[in-house]
């Protein structure tokens, strides 16, 4: 079955660079979330989006916005990067408001990651 | 979102029953529980999601009591490849980010 697709699955970035990273959510998923997990730490909700708009904002930097685009995948941008933002930053998609097969509701599908290192 | 609490790390050796359990005292009415499991260095995956009393699927089983205050995922017969952590969410169908606490670590040994 198809999942999340992330790329890239790593990137080396300068401090005050930019870097983008780009989901590709599952075939009709509608919902797409963005998760940071740094070093040691439990995953850390960002953003989300449902049919193109935003759904919902957690601790994302200033420094970061994010958009999904008609064909629902997603990008994640980063300006400024500081040492901190080294992290794995995750993607996930999900049938939005609905229920998955079982009635589970909000089941989130995670891609690989994408591993960012900023030195 | 209702706070939990679950134990930082549990050890175990492969064969066994584990069971983790999860502290969710101010639980809503309308929040329903989910666990996570996530590998080093992968995406988090669905395990298993409940509501109320016993729900099982190929992999785990979740026991809820009648007051909700906590929850207890089973795994049967873990094996090496169980080592990960495991999170327990809480959640209602108003709110469709996934807040994750502090997981447990699970070690299984051989």
């Known amino acids: 079955a198809a999942g999340v697709i992330q790329s890239p699955r790593h990137l080396i970035k300068e401090k005050r660079e930019t870097a983008t990273l780009k989901c590709y959510p599952i075939?009709?998923?509608?919902?797409v979330y963005w998760y940071q997990q740094g070093p040691g730490q439990d995953p850390q909700f960002l953003i989300s989006f449902y049919e193109k708009m935003q759904s919902d904002k957690g601790s994302i930097p200033d420094r970061f916005s994010a958009q999904q685009f008609s064909d629902y995948h997603s990008e994640l941008n980063m300006s400024s990067l500081e040492l901190g933002d080294s992290a794995l930053y995750f993607c996930a998609s999900s049938l939005g408001l609905g229920t998955s097969g079982g009635g589970i509701r909000n089941e989130q599908f995670f891609g690989p990651g994408t591993r960012l290192t900023v030195l | 979102l209702a706070k939990t609490t679950q134990p930082i790390s549990m050890d175990s050796y492969e064969g066994q029953e584990v069971n983790i359990t999860c502290s969710h005292n101010?639980?809503?009415?309308?929040?329903?529980i989910t666990w996570y499991q996530q590998f080093p260095s992968q995406g988090p995956r669905f395990i298993i999601q409940g509501y109320k009393t016993k729900v099982t699927n190929e992999v785990a089983s979740l026991f809820i009591p009648a007051d909700r205050k906590s929850s207890t995922l089973s795994l049967p017969r873990v094996s090496l490849s169980d080592t990960a952590v495991y999170y327990c969410l809480v959640g209602g169908e108003s709110s469709y980010k996934l807040i994750f606490g502090s997981g447990t670590r699970l070690l299984v040994r051989p």
């Open positions: 075939p009709r998923h509608d919902t």
């Open positions: 101010n639980i809503a009415t309308n929040d329903y």
